[in-house]
């Protein structure tokens, strides 16, 4: 399902479609706060149908993905577990510059899943590799609160990030 880029380059394009990431409807209807302070190649805005080719469903697609993949990316941790605690760590983090590389790369909606896919792989993963690492790392008077704070960090970094 891959979507022509129609008559804009892949600067506009993603200009105009990038904040996919956060799922901001706003940008996909075109607000034109998202794209006020962005020069285009061309010469000024392009028109909202050149370069704005995502339908409702690739845009629930796109979103949907990444938390598909940490579905699957919890799952996938008990086996990269049974490998070894640092190389699990290491995999992990080889999602974490795969997907962003291939979205990136883009240049059209199936990429863009894939990536989302991969970095999904990449979440869901590190929610159980991360704190395992850390436990088994902390010295044993110290490991509940070294798992105690990684949880109470996470959840106020995703406050911090929900309010800003």
Not at 14 to 24: M, Q
Request: hydrophobic share 45%.
């Amino acid at each position: 399902m891959i979507r022509d880029l129609g008559n804009c380059t892949q600067e506009e394009w993603l200009a105009r479609n990038l904040s996919y990431y956060s799922g901001d409807e706003n940008v996909f209807n075109n607000s034109s706060t998202a794209t006020e302070n962005i020069t285009f190649s061309g010469g000024g805005e392009p028109e909202a149908d050149d370069c704005n080719t995502w339908t409702g469903g690739d845009i629930s697609i796109i979103i949907g993905a990444a938390k598909i993949g940490a579905v699957f990316g919890t799952l996938l941790a008990g086996f990269l577990l049974d490998i070894g605690r640092r190389t699990s760590v290491g995999i992990v983090c080889g999602f974490f510059i795969l997907g962003p590389l291939i979205m990136a790369l883009a240049e059209g909606t199936g990429a863009l899943i894939v990536g989302r896919l991969i970095v999904g792989l990449g979440v869901g993963a590190s929610a159980v590799v991360s704190p395992l690492y850390m436990a088994e790392m902390s010295p044993a008077n110290v490991r509940g609160r070294v798992i105690l704070l990684y949880s109470v960090f996470l959840g106020l970094g995703t406050l911090v990030c929900v309010c800003v």
